[in-house]
């Protein structure tokens, strides 16, 4: 059974933080060197109070307003974010509510960052193909500057916040694209390399203000160590898009665009040459957008839709990976024709 992808569209919030504005608070930093590495200069960040959540929510109602879809036919939403408002309850179930969704939807979020688009594409088929659902609106919304000391070059040069909206349907009326076979990875090995240590079950803040011994200030913030984060892109992105290339019968030439996750400028060339994927296959989309951790694929794709890049019949591979370590690739064709035998 085939699945489909009826319409997308994003939300970036109003306010920017600029590599000068990082500069001023940051003497030794310089601006053009901050562009040169990372190929952003300014990032959208959310107004303090502002959530993922919140992003989310402005974005599905767009969605519904330039498509007339009627809610009450979702029958599943997932929200895919690590910037949840509570630990409990989830985000999605309060989504549910704000949207005005029926009370016979399911609500869940999947925690996963820079994968979980594709993490939740698959999931979202899972439900579709399996019977369990028709429309199911994938969601996918990161504040991760919130996370980001503000001196730490490593961090508050990249991450930036923002949300997609993404419906899917068993019907291909109306669709804009055939979703395929998803493949996915894991190497737990490497969740010590990109993490927020502090407010979990395992170092609670408020055990920690209580208790004789304090974690250290950083650790409320995000850490990433990048060297490791470089070098799991390089050994475990490739061989993923390798094996749907497999499962889906194509050689690297005949796909017409290789779709990223949106790191940062100098990674994703990196990985463009060890993949030797032509630079015209290869959009980066980062200068005003910066890394929106699991929304950054979805907006990436709006985009492109919105620069007339695709075509009837184009292949598309779209590639999330990040924290966990964790990665999910997946197949995309262009225009409405049968789904790729699984």
């Known amino acids: 059974m085939s699945f489909y992808l009826r319409a997308i569209d994003y939300i970036l919030p109003p306010d920017r933080l600029t590599n000068d504005d990082l500069v001023k608070m940051n003497p030794s930093w310089n601006a053009a060197s901050i562009f040169a590495k990372t ?19 402005q974005a599905v109602e767009k969605l519904f307003q330039q498509t007339g879809f009627d809610r009450s036919k979702i029958d599943a939403i997932l929200f895919c974010t690590q910037s949840a408002d509570y630990y409990l309850p989830t985000s999605a179930c309060l989504m549910q509510s704000r ?22 594409l698959w999931i979202a088929g899972a439900l579709i193909e399996s019977g ?7 969601i996918a919304g990161d504040t991760f500057a919130k996370y980001c000391n503000p001196h730490d070059i490593v961090t508050a040069t990249i991450f ?9 349907t ?8 055939t979703i395929g076979p998803t493949v996915l990875g894991t190497d737990g090995r490497g969740g010590e390399y990109l993490i927020v240590r502090d407010g979990g079950a395992r170092r609670r803040q408020c055990d920690n203000m209580h208790s004789a011994q304090h ?8 850490f990433m160590n990048g060297p490791e984060v470089f070098s799991f892109t390089l050994n475990c992105v490739p061989g993923g898009i390798q094996r749907l290339l497999e499962r889906v019968n194509l050689l690297p030439a005949e796909v017409d665009h290789y779709l990223f996750h949106q790191a940062n400028c100098f990674m994703l060339n990196q990985l463009r040459m060890k993949v030797a994927i032509p630079p015209e296959k ?7 957008i910066g890394n929106t951790a699991g929304a950054s694929l979805p907006i990436l794709i709006k985009r492109c839709i919105d620069k007339n890049l695709f075509k009837a019949g184009e292949k598309c591979i779209l590639v999330g ?19 790729v035998a699984k």
């Open 321 to 339: 990976f990040g924290v966990g370590f964790s990665w999910a690739v997946t197949y995309m064709e262009w225009g409405v024709r049968p789904a």
């Open 39 to 57: 190929g952003i200069r300014s990032r959208p960040v959310t107004a303090p109070g502002e959530t993922a959540a919140d992003l989310g929510c």
């Open 282 to 288: 290869f959009p980066i989309d980062l200068e005003d």
């Open 170 to 177: 068993r019907d291909s009326k109306d669709a804009m694209a």
């Open 215 to 222: 974690s250290r200030p950083e650790d409320a913030y995000l």
């Open 99 to 120: 949207l005005k969704l029926s009370t016979s939807c399911a609500a869940f979020d999947v925690n996963l960052g820079c994968s979980g688009f594709t993490y939740s």
């Open 132 to 138: 369990s659902a028709s429309n199911v609106l994938v």
């Open 160 to 168: 930036a916040d923002g949300a997609a909206a993404v419906l899917l």
